[in-house]
Structure formats: C-alpha cells, structure tokens
C-alpha cells in the first residue's frame, strides 16, 4: 500500500518530468527496495503482536516523511534536506506559512495506516501467523537486494553519474525513490561534517588562481564615485522582475519602483541564486560573493567559519555596520551569523516599537518598519553601512483595509492573486522611505541599494502564471521569471533622469564587489566567485544553485539548452562551454564552505607562499 501510495503522490503532489518510458518505470519501481528492507525487518520479530506493531509504526513514520515533502514542495518545488530539518529556531515563525500549506484533506496521506489498521483487526482467522524461518528470511533480502541493484543499476543507466551530481534533488527523488534519496541526505550530511576535520587550506591554491584568472578591474570612472556615503542595502522580501512595469486591470503595481528607473541604474537581466536559505541564502550572497549551499541554509549549517564579508571590510574601512530587521533576532540564526560577518549591530525587534495594528503576517507592516528605521539612522555613526530586511511581501501575502491599494488577480491561485496587492503595499512603503531619508538630512549623502531577494510565486503556480503572462511556463521562461530587480540609487549622480537600464547578465553574487568599488574599496585579493558590474570585463553569465545557468545567448534549463533569441531549444553543444564553469564554481564554493577554508586565508600572503612552495617541488 505504501508503495503504491508514494507512487501516486509522486505522480500528483510533485512535478516530476518523466521524459520516457524507462523514467516511468524507474519511478514507479524506486520506493520498493527501500520499503522491502524496511517492512523486512518485522520478519525478525516472534510474535505477530510485535511484527503488527512495528509495521503500523513503521507505516505512520514513513507516510510522515512523505507528506512533510508534499507540504514543503507546495511552497518550495524542492524536496527536505537534513539541514532544513535542523533549522528548528524557525518553525515558530513560520507558522502562517506552513498553515496555508497544510489542507483539511492532506489526511488522505495517511489513508493507509488507516486501512492497515483495519485489516489487522478483522483478519480473517482462515488465515494464520507462524514465526518466519530463516531460509525464507534470507530468500525474502536477497530478493530486497536484487530490487536495489535493479533500481541503482537503470538509474545509472538513465542518468549517468547520478550521486555526483547532488545539486539536483528532483533527479535524485526521481530515479532513487524518496526514502532512499533521504538515506544519501544523511550520507552527505555525515561526509560535509568530516570535510572541515579534514580540510588544510591546500585546496586554496587552484581557487585563488580560478577567481584571479577571473578577476574584473573596476571601471576606472565608477571606482569610489560614492565613496564616504552611507549605504542603505534593501532586501526586497520576494520581488520578482514580473511586476516592475507591469499591471493588475490597468493598475500599476510598482509606480514608484518604475518612476525610479530613470533616476537610477537599473539592471533588467538580474537573477536570484538563493537555494533552500532564501532570503538568508541572499544574504549570504550579499556578504561574501560565495554561492549558497545546495542543502540547508550556511546561515544554520556554517555560522561558526571564517568569512570574509563586505560587513566586516567596511567597518575596517571606519563604516558603522548594521542589520535591521524588525524579527526575532535568532531567525534564520541571524544574531550568530551576524556576528560571524562583521556587524556592528543587528537592529532587531526589541529595537522597534511592534503592535499589533502595524503588524501583519510576519510581523512588522514595511511602512512603520521604515519610519522607524529613518529614526534609528540619525542616531547612527556617519558614514554607516546598513542593510535592511523587507516583510510584507511574504507568502502567504496578505494585507486589508487601506494597506489594500490595488486589486487582487483573478485566477485559481490565490497566492499569486493576493501577491500583487503586497507587492504594490511594499512599493508604497519605499516610496515614504525615499520621503522619509530626505526629511531627516540623510538622503543627499547615501547609496541606495534595492534587490529582490528571491523568487515569490513558486513553479507550483505556473498555470495561474501563463493566465498573467499570456503564455507558457516552459522551462526557458522558468529560468527568466528568477529575474529580481537590482536598482542603484546615488543621489547626485543617478539622480533627475540620469541613471541607466543596464543589460549584463548577473546575479547575487556581483552584489559585494560591485558595491565595495563604488565605495572606493578594493577586493582584488577577495576569495569571490562575483564581478564588478560596472566593469568592462565583467562577463554574462551566472548559474543558479541547482545547476541551470544563463548566459548572453543561451539559457541551460532541465537538461536543455535554450536560444534566449527565438526560446527553442538548440544542439547541447551552445551550452557545452559554460557547464564546465558552472560546475567548477559551485564546487569551488562549496568546498570553501564545508572546509571553512577561509580560515587558512587571512593573511593574503598564505597563497604566494604556497604557490612559491609548489614550483620549488620537483
């Protein structure tokens, strides 16, 4: 009954591409090996009491573990991870969230246990219980291990080199089975745990000579044109590129973000590449210009390494550094990782003045989140960086009454329905933001920054999505909607319709040396996968966690490579060039990651030293 089950909640609660017959059947057959050993078990057990007991357990937990998938994949379109499970400071605040995921009818899930149960209890007495021999026992595991092979073996056939390419869960869900997928989780949890005892910096010498060979000088007129300004970064709590230009039934949903374009530059062909961290994913980009974890959230998972942070390097420079976020402070594990990068302050909740009328959702609305910051910024050392953090605009997006200032979509979504109108309140609120900054004397002598931090509306949505847009989500126009504003507002400079629309492929991870060269601020000797946007050497091209990437021309997407000029795909080869890249980087941030290797690198000298050492090697 469970595998039958897990095979229908595959084919119904996930959107699982099966290109072939073999898939199907890979599919169809891949929880099997896992649940023969698992039920196997009872075969040990004496009584039928105790076997009856242990399989109804057994039913329950993994029926759990299957349904906790469904409901992180509505919102997420991505499978749990160990680490995810261990971000347990979370789930208070996820609440609203998570209800919104969970239906009446998800009992159906558990449909199984149910019949299980009943079956036991009326079990014909025709029917008898006699304890297992052991040769039947030994025949029944020899038939689980064959079941096993099979399933490992057309896999291997159907996707070679399946366990070295981790970054994709839907292939591993899809060929190994769900259960089986989260026993490889717990293998790779266990192995990334071993990689820092084991680490040694050496790994540190053909990193540097990648992110050298690299490197994009800054443009000679934009290095240090803000530098001594205060820079207010702002995350943009779920703001995707869609809306900007766009309306709901001749409403605009973002007036004041669009009437900015002019008066700033703006990038039109900017993407997230947060993985299952989110918005501390997109923070992690900000600071350190590494690429996210494919598991888990480095917020969680690796608060404790070395960093090298945009924070922390302003603040050496005589910057007062901060975060403010009007949320509890151990969200995302944000007071430890705070410290990690360098912040001077985190501005929290107890900073703020919360009530339950300038609340909603989340917590704090954005417009009395940023009067109250403007008041905490006078107060501020000059020159300060800060960095704040957007709620409104937050699933399950909701806000009423006045806040309310444009009508909901009308589709068989109600998340997407409701997404403009927060959209639209988040725009309003950065519009009394700008008032505000200009009010309190801080406008004139700041950078504004302003990016989406990742995606809102979810692959789960893309019907609702092609009604909106008109036509059809293919994978090519999956990887387009990643696309999140990136705007750079320097008062005096951008401003009275001088900014610029600005067309380079790129991503979260230009954000930090992009930033520190308008602030005069050299990274050369940064350990950073990222470049200078305004540079004239700053290539197109930026992947995305789980592997696809885009380039100038092409888009790499669900195994296929795409013409961005007519989105068709086009012979793999076009893409050929750039998966090598793509692979080389996310590895080579992952492994700075899991072996802290940053803490071998504080004295840029290190890496000479070790390169002057290998050429004196025979």
């Not at 979370?90 to 079956?119: K, Q, R």
């Not at 989140?369 to 006078?378: A, C, D, I, P, R």
């Not at 909901?408 to 329905?417: A, H, P, W």
Request: glycine fraction near 4%; proline fraction near 4%.
């Amino acid at each position: 009954m469970l595998w039958i089950k897990t095979y229908i909640v595959y084919k119904t609660s996930f959107n699982i591409k099966i290109e072939n017959f073999m898939q199907e059947l890979i599919l169809f057959i891949n929880p099997l090996s896992f649940l023969l050993f698992a039920f196997g078990i009872a075969l040990f057990f004496q009584t039928e009491k105790a076997r009856n007991r242990y399989v109804v357990i057994t039913s329950f937990i993994l029926g759990f573990i299957l349904y906790a998938n469904v409901a992180f994949y509505r919102f997420f379109t991505d499978f749990l991870t160990l680490p995810v499970l261990f971000q347990t400071s979370n789930f208070a605040d996820l609440g609203d969230s998570a209800a919104t995921e969970i239906h009446l009818m998800d009992i159906i899930y558990f449909i199984d246990v149910v019949l299980l149960l009943v079956l036991m209890k009326f079990k014909p007495k025709t029917i008898k219980s006699t304890p297992i021999k052991k040769a039947n026992r030994r025949a029944y595991f020899l038939v689980a291990a064959a079941m096993l092979f099979l399933n490992l073996g057309l896999a291997e056939t159907e996707r070679p080199q399946l366990l070295t390419r981790t970054f994709d869960r839907e292939m591993l869900v899809k060929n190994l089975g769900t259960y089986n997928y989260h026993l490889y989780d717990i293998f790779l949890q266990s192995k990334s745990s071993a990689q820092r005892a084991m680490a040694d910096g050496s790994e540190l010498v053909d990193i540097d000579n990648y992110i050298n060979a690299s490197y994009a000088k800054p443009d000679e007129e934009m290095f240090g044109i803000a530098k001594d300004k205060n820079l207010i970064v702002i995350s943009l709590e779920s703001l995707q590129n869609f809306v900007i230009n766009n309306d709901v039934y001749g409403q605009e949903v973002t007036p004041f973000l669009n009437s900015l374009i002019n008066d700033s530059y703006y990038f039109d062909q900017f993407y997230h590449q947060t993985g299952q961290g989110k918005t501390s994913d997109s923070e992690f980009l900000l600071e350190n210009s590494l690429y996210p974890l494919n598991r888990g959230a480095v917020f969680f998972t690796h608060s404790g390494n070395e960093f090298d942070a945009m924070a922390e390097k302003l603040s050496e420079t005589g910057y007062f550094t901060s975060t403010m976020h009007a949320n509890n402070k151990s969200f995302w594990n944000r007071d430890i990782m705070y410290e990690a990068l360098g912040y001077n302050y985190f501005y929290s909740a107890t900073d703020y003045t919360i009530t339950p009328e300038n609340s909603v959702g989340w917590g704090m609305k954005d417009i009395p989140f940023f009067e109250q910051s403007v008041e905490l910024m006078k107060d501020m050392p000059k020159p300060f960086y800060t960095k704040m953090i957007t709620l409104t605009n937050h699933h399950p997006f909701k806000v009423e009454g006045e806040d309310k200032m444009i009508d909901e979509y009308d589709s068989k979504s109600g998340t997407l329905n409701r997404y403009f109108t927060t959209v639209r309140y988040m725009d309003e609120a950065l519009k009394v933001f700008f008032e505000q900054l200009k009010e309190a004397g801080i406008y004139d002598n700041s950078i504004i920054v302003m990016y989406g931090d990742h995606y809102g509306i979810s692959e789960n949505h893309n019907a609702a999505m092609e009604q909106y847009l008109g036509q059809e989500v293919t994978p090519f126009v999956s990887a387009q909607l990643q696309r999140v504003p990136f705007f750079v507002h320097i008062p005096g400079v951008t401003d009275h319709g001088r900014g610029k629309t600005i067309s380079k492929v790129s991503g979260q991870i230009d954000l930090k040396p992009t930033l520190l060269h308008l602030l005069g601020v050299d990274t050369k000797n940064d350990i950073q996968f990222g470049a200078d946007l305004f540079s004239p050497d700053h290539h197109d091209f930026v992947v995305f966690r789980d592997g696809r990437f885009v380039t100038k021309d092409y888009v790499y997407a669900d195994n296929v490579c795409y013409s961005k000029e007519t989105e068709e795909p086009v012979d793999d080869s076009f893409c050929e060039p750039f998966k090598e890249k793509a692979r080389t980087e996310l590895n080579y941030s992952d492994k700075i990651i899991y072996g802290d290797l940053l803490r071998f690198y504080e004295n840029p000298n290190y890496l000479q030293s070790e390169q002057e050492l290998e050429k004196q090697l025979p």
